[in-house]
């Protein structure tokens, strides 16, 4: 049996520390795969972007149990290479948000060059990763994403576009 590590809550840079040095733990004692238990509404984006970055990195096989998983939740759950979601499961795909105090605003309402790239890196990371589950490209689902910058996907759906290997519960 797999170990099993948990992402519930907000997803902190220290929570996602936290979770990969336990990640490390199996890893030392000889485990080859980990499954991913999410129940997140999200969280810093950055940061799960280079929690997957470590993911494909280690040599590791993820899958990842799927109860709600939005935004940075989401692409990490996107990111394991088998998906299970329960019955009412739900996965919310954001293009990225970054917080900027402020004071960081110019005098004239310019958004400094840093937090644009880093907005982007997120948006494009995101489109990356929708691509490699096999979400369609264009049509009904893209058009919302991009409309209102939120796409939620139940089990049904995860389980029609094959996001998702099998839906339990």
């Known amino acids: 049996m797999k170990p099993a590590v948990l992402l519930q809550g907000l997803m902190t840079g220290e929570m996602l520390e936290n979770a990969w040095q336990e990640i490390e733990t199996y890893k030392k004692l000889g485990e080859t795969q980990v499954a991913l238990v999410i129940k997140s ?7 799960a972007l280079q929690f997957i970055d ?6 590791l096989k993820f899958s990842a149990k799927i109860y709600h998983a939005e935004s940075a939740a989401a692409l990490i759950a996107l990111s394991a290479s088998r998906r299970e979601m329960v019955k009412n499961g739900l996965i919310t795909i954001h293009l990225g948000s970054v917080e900027i105090e402020s004071c ?7 958004i400094p060059l840093g937090y644009r790239a880093a907005a982007e890196r997120i948006r494009d990371r995101t489109f990356e990763v929708m691509a490699r589950v096999g979400i369609p490209k264009q049509g009904s689902h893209v058009d919302m994403l991009l409309a209102t910058n939120r796409l939620d996907l139940p089990a049904a759906d995860c389980l029609k576009f094959r996001i998702v290997d099998r839906v339990i519960g």
């Open 54 to 59: 470590r993911m494909h990195a280690s040599g």
């Open 104 to 110: 960081d605003i110019g005098e004239d309402g310019t």
């Open 41 to 47: 509404e999200g969280g810093n984006g950055t940061k």
